[in-house]
């Protein structure tokens, strides 16, 4: 049941990272939306964003993608504890993690933060989406 929750939501976000509603691309790609930062959400410290988003509230909600040439490992690192240092409910375990793959939903009341990093190969660099909303 709890795996069946996930996955849905792990749809829903997927589907919400690339289509948000009413969304406005931010003026300046190279930085965070002022949602993102307004929501005090965790900025990775070496990303290079390459997109973002953010609707008229954060019920539409924000996203940002970036790249790092950081591993997978690092980037679960920072995210579980950076969004546990803000309140957010760290799941048991990752929907999946592997060398290549990070994908995790984090809840704070009515609030839900996917982010979903990959990479092609280990050589690549990591691309990562945070996508948040109520």
């Known amino acids: 049941m709890k795996k ?10 997927f589907v919400f990272s690339s289509c948000i509603g009413n969304t406005n691309s931010t003026d300046d790609s190279s930085s965070y939306p002022s949602m993102y930062i307004e929501e005090n959400l965790p900025q990775y410290p070496n990303a290079i964003i390459t997109d973002s ?16 040439n950081d591993s997978i490992e690092d980037i679960k690192n ?3 504890t950076e969004m ?20 995790n939903i984090y ?12 990479k092609v190969s280990k050589e690549d660099p990591s691309l990562v989406s945070v996508s948040c909303h109520e």
């Open 107 to 118: 809840t704070l009341n009515n609030e839900y933060c996917s982010v979903q990093a990959t």
């Open 78 to 80: 920072f995210f579980e």
């Open 53 to 68: 988003s953010q609707g008229n509230d954060f019920v539409d909600g924000v996203r940002v993608d970036f790249e790092t």
């Open 84 to 103: 546990a240092n803000r309140g957010f409910d760290i799941p048991d375990s990752s929907y999946t993690t592997n060398e290549l793959t990070y994908l």
């Open 4 to 13: 069946t929750l996930i996955a849905n939501l792990l749809i829903s976000l």
